[in-house]
Protein backbone atom coordinates (compact mmCIF):
# COMPACT_ATOMS: atom_id res chain seq x y z
CA UNK A 1 0.00 0.00 0.00
CA UNK A 2 1.69 3.34 -1.23
CA UNK A 3 2.24 5.98 1.67
CA UNK A 4 -0.49 7.88 0.23
CA UNK A 5 -3.15 5.11 0.44
CA UNK A 6 -2.05 4.55 4.18
CA UNK A 7 -2.28 8.62 5.22
CA UNK A 8 -6.34 8.60 3.97
CA UNK A 9 -6.67 5.08 5.37
CA UNK A 10 -5.64 6.60 8.76
CA UNK A 11 -7.78 9.27 8.32
CA UNK A 12 -10.41 7.80 7.97
CA UNK A 13 -9.74 5.21 10.50
CA UNK A 14 -8.75 8.10 12.88
CA UNK A 15 -12.31 10.04 12.46
CA UNK A 16 -14.88 6.86 11.30
CA UNK A 17 -16.98 7.61 14.21
CA UNK A 18 -17.88 11.40 13.33
CA UNK A 19 -17.02 10.59 9.78
CA UNK A 20 -20.11 7.84 9.52
CA UNK A 21 -22.24 9.33 11.91
CA UNK A 22 -21.81 12.83 9.34
CA UNK A 23 -22.74 10.34 6.87
CA UNK A 24 -25.87 9.28 7.76
CA UNK A 25 -27.18 12.57 9.34
CA UNK A 26 -26.80 14.17 5.74
CA UNK A 27 -28.61 11.42 4.46
CA UNK A 28 -31.17 11.94 6.15
CA UNK A 29 -31.13 15.95 7.17
CA UNK A 30 -31.20 17.21 4.30
CA UNK A 31 -30.93 15.18 1.73
CA UNK A 32 -34.11 12.69 2.38
CA UNK A 33 -35.86 15.85 3.63
CA UNK A 34 -35.27 17.02 0.46
CA UNK A 35 -35.97 14.30 -1.47
CA UNK A 36 -39.70 14.28 -0.04
CA UNK A 37 -40.30 17.39 -0.94
CA UNK A 38 -39.29 17.24 -4.01
CA UNK A 39 -41.01 14.38 -4.87
CA UNK A 40 -44.26 15.81 -3.06
CA UNK A 41 -43.90 18.83 -5.59
CA UNK A 42 -43.40 16.78 -8.52
CA UNK A 43 -46.40 14.50 -7.49
CA UNK A 44 -48.56 18.06 -7.15
CA UNK A 45 -48.69 18.05 -11.01
CA UNK A 46 -51.16 15.13 -10.89
CA UNK A 47 -53.73 18.37 -9.15
CA UNK A 48 -52.82 20.79 -11.38
CA UNK A 49 -50.25 22.60 -13.43
CA UNK A 50 -51.16 24.95 -11.31
CA UNK A 51 -50.29 24.17 -8.49
CA UNK A 52 -47.52 22.45 -9.51
CA UNK A 53 -46.14 25.93 -10.70
CA UNK A 54 -47.16 27.86 -8.02
CA UNK A 55 -44.99 25.38 -5.84
CA UNK A 56 -41.63 26.05 -8.59
CA UNK A 57 -42.59 29.53 -7.69
CA UNK A 58 -42.39 29.24 -4.18
CA UNK A 59 -38.85 27.20 -4.63
CA UNK A 60 -37.71 29.69 -6.75
CA UNK A 61 -38.84 32.94 -4.73
CA UNK A 62 -35.26 33.41 -2.66
CA UNK A 63 -34.22 34.82 -6.24
CA UNK A 64 -30.22 35.47 -6.13
CA UNK A 65 -30.04 33.55 -2.80
CA UNK A 66 -31.36 30.44 -4.68
CA UNK A 67 -28.19 29.04 -5.57
CA UNK A 68 -26.42 29.96 -1.94
CA UNK A 69 -29.61 27.76 -0.81
CA UNK A 70 -28.74 24.80 -3.52
CA UNK A 71 -25.40 24.37 -2.91
CA UNK A 72 -25.13 25.04 1.17
CA UNK A 73 -28.03 22.81 1.52
CA UNK A 74 -28.29 19.94 -0.95
CA UNK A 75 -25.23 19.89 -3.63
CA UNK A 76 -22.51 19.86 -0.97
CA UNK A 77 -24.05 17.91 1.59
CA UNK A 78 -24.80 15.20 -1.97
CA UNK A 79 -20.91 15.30 -2.64
CA UNK A 80 -20.00 14.62 0.60
CA UNK A 81 -22.42 11.83 1.31
CA UNK A 82 -21.57 10.35 -2.10
CA UNK A 83 -17.55 10.16 -1.15
CA UNK A 84 -18.20 8.90 2.16
CA UNK A 85 -20.52 6.70 0.45
CA UNK A 86 -18.19 5.00 -2.04
CA UNK A 87 -15.46 5.05 0.59
CA UNK A 88 -17.45 2.87 2.98
CA UNK A 89 -18.63 0.42 -0.18
CA UNK A 90 -14.68 0.36 -1.58
CA UNK A 91 -13.06 -0.59 1.66
CA UNK A 92 -15.38 -3.69 2.06
CA UNK A 93 -16.53 -2.92 5.80
CA UNK A 94 -19.44 -5.62 6.42
CA UNK A 95 -20.05 -3.96 9.34
CA UNK A 96 -21.07 -7.58 10.40
CA UNK A 97 -20.75 -6.96 13.97
CA UNK A 98 -22.55 -2.97 13.94
CA UNK A 99 -25.44 -4.56 11.87
CA UNK A 100 -25.14 -8.36 12.81
CA UNK A 101 -29.27 -8.43 12.32
CA UNK A 102 -29.68 -7.24 8.73
CA UNK A 103 -28.94 -9.56 5.94
CA UNK A 104 -26.76 -9.58 3.46
CA UNK A 105 -29.36 -9.14 1.12
CA UNK A 106 -30.47 -5.71 2.68
CA UNK A 107 -26.66 -4.96 2.71
CA UNK A 108 -26.50 -5.47 -1.03
CA UNK A 109 -29.34 -3.52 -1.93
CA UNK A 110 -28.56 -0.54 0.51
CA UNK A 111 -24.91 -0.32 -1.48
CA UNK A 112 -26.03 -1.02 -5.18
CA UNK A 113 -29.21 1.24 -5.50
CA UNK A 114 -26.69 4.00 -3.39
CA UNK A 115 -24.27 3.68 -6.74
CA UNK A 116 -27.71 3.08 -8.98
CA UNK A 117 -29.14 6.66 -7.62
CA UNK A 118 -25.38 8.29 -7.70
CA UNK A 119 -25.81 7.29 -11.34
CA UNK A 120 -29.21 8.84 -11.85
CA UNK A 121 -28.76 12.11 -9.91
CA UNK A 122 -25.79 13.00 -12.03
CA UNK A 123 -27.77 12.29 -15.13
CA UNK A 124 -30.97 13.94 -13.62
CA UNK A 125 -29.01 17.31 -12.90
CA UNK A 126 -27.66 17.06 -16.58
CA UNK A 127 -30.91 16.15 -18.18
CA UNK A 128 -33.08 18.71 -16.45
CA UNK A 129 -30.58 21.40 -15.21
CA UNK A 130 -27.44 21.01 -17.26
CA UNK A 131 -25.48 20.89 -14.53
CA UNK A 132 -24.25 24.48 -14.98
CA UNK A 133 -26.18 27.35 -16.19
CA UNK A 134 -23.41 29.23 -17.55
CA UNK A 135 -24.72 30.32 -21.09
CA UNK A 136 -22.15 29.07 -23.30
CA UNK A 137 -22.49 25.55 -21.29
CA UNK A 138 -25.89 25.85 -22.10
CA UNK A 139 -25.46 26.53 -25.87
CA UNK A 140 -23.55 23.34 -25.85
CA UNK A 141 -25.71 21.23 -24.16
CA UNK A 142 -29.51 22.48 -24.91
CA UNK A 143 -29.24 21.18 -28.39
CA UNK A 144 -28.04 17.39 -27.12
CA UNK A 145 -31.60 17.53 -25.29
CA UNK A 146 -30.23 18.52 -22.10
CA UNK A 147 -31.03 21.53 -19.58
CA UNK A 148 -34.44 20.65 -20.79
CA UNK A 149 -36.36 22.10 -17.98
CA UNK A 150 -37.39 25.83 -17.60
CA UNK A 151 -38.94 26.42 -14.09
CA UNK A 152 -40.94 29.47 -14.79
CA UNK A 153 -42.58 26.55 -17.66
CA UNK A 154 -42.66 23.95 -14.86
CA UNK A 155 -45.16 21.59 -16.57
CA UNK A 156 -44.45 21.67 -19.95
CA UNK A 157 -41.13 21.62 -19.83
CA UNK A 158 -40.92 18.88 -17.52
CA UNK A 159 -43.71 16.53 -19.96
CA UNK A 160 -42.01 17.44 -22.61
CA UNK A 161 -38.30 16.14 -21.19
CA UNK A 162 -40.10 13.19 -20.37
CA UNK A 163 -41.22 11.88 -23.90
CA UNK A 164 -40.23 8.39 -25.36
CA UNK A 165 -39.08 5.53 -23.49
CA UNK A 166 -35.76 5.34 -22.43
CA UNK A 167 -35.96 9.00 -19.93
CA UNK A 168 -39.35 7.62 -18.33
CA UNK A 169 -37.64 3.95 -17.74
CA UNK A 170 -34.50 5.90 -16.15
CA UNK A 171 -36.14 7.92 -13.71
CA UNK A 172 -38.42 5.05 -12.63
CA UNK A 173 -35.37 2.99 -11.94
CA UNK A 174 -33.61 6.29 -10.39
CA UNK A 175 -36.47 7.45 -8.42
CA UNK A 176 -37.43 3.95 -6.95
CA UNK A 177 -33.73 3.04 -5.82
CA UNK A 178 -33.77 6.78 -4.23
CA UNK A 179 -36.49 5.52 -2.11
CA UNK A 180 -35.51 2.38 -0.58
CA UNK A 181 -31.91 3.77 -0.36
CA UNK A 182 -33.43 6.52 2.10
CA UNK A 183 -36.09 4.26 3.75
CA UNK A 184 -33.31 1.66 4.60
CA UNK A 185 -31.25 4.32 5.22
CA UNK A 186 -33.17 5.31 8.20
CA UNK A 187 -32.80 2.00 9.48
CA UNK A 188 -29.36 1.84 9.15
CA UNK A 189 -29.05 5.72 10.33
CA UNK A 190 -31.04 4.50 13.78
CA UNK A 191 -28.05 1.55 14.12
CA UNK A 192 -25.38 3.82 14.04
CA UNK A 193 -27.05 6.96 16.05
CA UNK A 194 -27.93 3.94 18.83
CA UNK A 195 -31.65 4.57 18.61
CA UNK A 196 -32.34 1.52 17.99
CA UNK A 197 -29.90 -1.47 19.59
CA UNK A 198 -31.94 -4.53 20.28
CA UNK A 199 -33.03 -7.17 18.20
CA UNK A 200 -36.66 -6.38 18.87
CA UNK A 201 -36.31 -2.61 18.74
CA UNK A 202 -34.63 -3.13 15.18
CA UNK A 203 -37.35 -5.19 14.34
CA UNK A 204 -40.25 -2.16 15.33
CA UNK A 205 -37.82 -0.01 13.21
CA UNK A 206 -37.11 -1.96 10.75
CA UNK A 207 -41.31 -2.06 9.99
CA UNK A 208 -41.46 1.51 10.43
CA UNK A 209 -39.25 2.26 7.58
CA UNK A 210 -41.19 -0.44 5.49
CA UNK A 211 -44.23 1.65 5.58
CA UNK A 212 -41.93 5.08 5.38
CA UNK A 213 -40.58 3.13 2.05
CA UNK A 214 -44.06 2.24 0.48
CA UNK A 215 -45.43 5.65 0.99
CA UNK A 216 -42.30 7.87 -0.77
CA UNK A 217 -42.60 4.45 -3.42
CA UNK A 218 -46.56 5.84 -4.03
CA UNK A 219 -45.41 9.23 -4.19
CA UNK A 220 -42.72 8.72 -6.01
CA UNK A 221 -44.30 6.61 -8.53
CA UNK A 222 -47.13 9.43 -8.46
CA UNK A 223 -44.33 12.05 -9.44
CA UNK A 224 -43.09 10.08 -12.33
CA UNK A 225 -46.67 9.67 -13.56
CA UNK A 226 -47.51 13.15 -13.19
CA UNK A 227 -44.43 13.46 -15.72
CA UNK A 228 -44.88 11.33 -18.23
CA UNK A 229 -48.49 10.44 -18.80
CA UNK A 230 -49.57 13.68 -20.01
CA UNK A 231 -49.57 14.44 -23.90
CA UNK A 232 -47.92 16.99 -26.10
CA UNK A 233 -51.24 18.67 -26.26
CA UNK A 234 -51.65 18.97 -22.39
CA UNK A 235 -47.98 20.21 -22.70
CA UNK A 236 -49.43 22.73 -25.18
CA UNK A 237 -52.40 23.89 -22.40
CA UNK A 238 -49.96 23.78 -19.58
CA UNK A 239 -47.58 26.52 -21.39
CA UNK A 240 -51.15 29.09 -21.66
CA UNK A 241 -51.70 28.71 -18.55
CA UNK A 242 -48.08 29.17 -17.05
CA UNK A 243 -48.12 32.17 -19.37
CA UNK A 244 -50.71 33.65 -17.45
CA UNK A 245 -49.33 32.75 -13.95
CA UNK A 246 -45.95 33.96 -15.06
CA UNK A 247 -47.43 37.21 -15.62
CA UNK A 248 -49.29 37.41 -12.41
CA UNK A 249 -46.17 36.36 -10.53
CA UNK A 250 -43.82 39.00 -11.97
CA UNK A 251 -46.65 41.65 -11.31
CA UNK A 252 -47.15 40.70 -7.80
CA UNK A 253 -43.37 40.18 -6.95
CA UNK A 254 -43.47 36.43 -5.86
CA UNK A 255 -40.80 36.28 -8.73
CA UNK A 256 -38.68 38.70 -10.69
CA UNK A 257 -38.49 38.70 -14.43
CA UNK A 258 -36.17 36.22 -16.09
CA UNK A 259 -36.19 35.02 -19.50
CA UNK A 260 -33.61 32.25 -18.76
CA UNK A 261 -35.98 30.52 -16.26
CA UNK A 262 -39.32 30.64 -19.47
CA UNK A 263 -39.23 28.52 -22.62
CA UNK A 264 -38.39 30.17 -25.75
CA UNK A 265 -41.79 28.07 -27.17
CA UNK A 266 -45.20 29.35 -27.26
CA UNK A 267 -48.20 26.91 -26.96
CA UNK A 268 -48.21 26.70 -30.72
CA UNK A 269 -44.60 25.63 -31.55
CA UNK A 270 -45.03 23.00 -28.90
CA UNK A 271 -47.62 21.66 -31.11
CA UNK A 272 -45.18 22.20 -33.97
CA UNK A 273 -42.57 20.49 -32.49
CA UNK A 274 -44.36 17.37 -31.17
CA UNK A 275 -46.08 16.52 -34.51
Known sequence: ?????????????????????????????????????????????????????????????????????????????????????????????????????????????????????????????????????????????RPQGFASFRPFNAASTLVLAMEGVVWPAFYFVGVMSCVYHFANGLWTAGITWGLWVSPTAQKRASNLCTVIGIGLAVVGGSAWWAAVSPSAEDAAAMVEVENRMYESATASGMVTDNPAKRSDMDSGAVEVVNE
Open 1 to 141: MSPSSNAETSFFLRNEFAIRRLHSLLGIVPLGLYMVVHLATNASLLNAPETFQRAVYLIHSPGKLLPLIEWGLIFLPLVFHAIIGVWISKTGKINSGQYRFASNRRYTFQRWTGVIALVYLFFHILHLHGWFHSDFWLAVV
